[in-house]
């Protein structure tokens, strides 16, 4: 499975920024497709995922109402819709595949990031 994050950029504080991550190779019903963050000096961590099936979802305290992940298994591509973004969720953005959870050791699969960077 290889995974292919981009759409980051330096937007200003109360804007937004769509990341999509491109899945191929072999891919699995009942995994999922996560997204990660790390910002400077801090640990990388959960902000949202949903199940390939798009059944399932789920996001982290800090970006409920206000991120919206969706998939379009089509084109094989997981988006991560970022609205109203604060200064706090510049970081480095990644892109996972593995069973659905928010734990980052679950994940099998990791892209390479796309740094949003969001301006006061």
């Known amino acids: 499975v290889q995974l292919q994050a981009s759409g980051g950029g330096l937007v200003q504080a109360g804007g937004s920024l769509r990341l999509s991550c491109v899945v191929s190779?072999?891919?699995?019903?009942?995994?999922?497709i996560a997204w990660f963050r790390q910002g400077p000096g801090k640990e990388r961590e959960f902000v949202s995922a949903?199940?390939?099936?798009?059944?399932?979802?789920d996001y982290a305290d800090s970006v409920k109402g206000r991120f919206t992940i969706s998939s379009d298994n089509a084109k094989n591509t997981v988006y991560l819709q970022m609205n109203s973004l604060k200064p706090e969720d510049t970081a480095d953005y990644y892109c996972?595949?593995?069973?659905?959870?928010?734990?980052?050791?679950?994940?099998?699969?990791w892209g390479q990031g796309t740094q949003v960077t969001v301006s006061s």
């Open positions: 996972a595949a593995g069973p659905l959870s928010s734990a980052r050791s679950r994940y099998d699969y």
């Open positions: 190779g072999r891919t699995f019903n009942n995994y999922a």
């Open positions: 949903i199940r390939w099936s798009g059944l399932s979802t």
